[in-house]
């Protein structure tokens, strides 16, 4: 039982470190913020793996990461959107984690790819949301004469449907290539 907690918790380290690294390699689309990288993948192959709480937790590590390196920050309550929840609820992508491994019990690597793909859009467009929130209520003055509810939502919409989708394909591609990674040992 020991080992498998010490095993939990180097895993979080080390994905939420590789989260950390994966979104200096972006490509940034607005010089005000938004880029798409594969910053959700380290958190998303982690919650499938362990469950929820070792998703949440690597994604609050890897929010906290960004927020005290290198942060664009205008207001506490728009770093806790922008960087604490929105990093964070992308571990609900650990809600799929049952029938993921269910499609591995069964060999069914389709089964594995819808599930992977579905889990990985819930916790995209969780973090979306507090991205919107934040885009709406505290960048307002960039929308100009346009309303900022929808300004926030195509702005951001604009990298984050991109990041969802090529991190929805590499999470699928990596645990349908290798469907072991799902399943922990003594499991």
């Known amino acids: 039982m020991r080992n498998k907690k010490l095993l939990w918790m180097i895993e979080i380290a080390l994905f939420a470190a590789i989260g950390y690294v994966l979104d200096q390699i972006k490509f940034s689309i607005w010089a005000q913020g938004g880029s798409v990288s594969f910053v959700m993948l380290p958190i998303i192959l982690i919650a499938i793996r362990w ?53 591995v019990a069964t060999n069914r690597k389709k089964k594995i790819a819808i599930y992977v793909v579905i889990g990985t859009i819930v916790g995209g467009l969780l973090r979306y949301i507090c991205h919107i929130l934040a885009g709406a209520i505290f960048f307002k003055e960039y929308a100009g004469e346009q309303n900022a509810w929808i300004y926030s939502i195509v702005y951001n919409g604009t990298y984050m449907f991109p990041a969802i989708v090529i991190t929805a394909i590499a999470a699928a591609f990596i645990f349908t290539a290798s469907p072991r990674l799902i399943k922990r040992e003594n499991e």
């Open 51 to 103: 469950g929820l709480s070792a998703g949440l937790i690597t994604g609050l590590l890897v929010g906290l990461l960004n927020m005290t390196i290198n942060p664009y920050i205008v207001h506490w309550a728009q770093a806790l959107l922008d960087y604490v929840f929105a990093f964070t609820f992308v571990g609900f992508a650990a809600i799929v984690r049952k029938q993921v491994l269910n499609g």
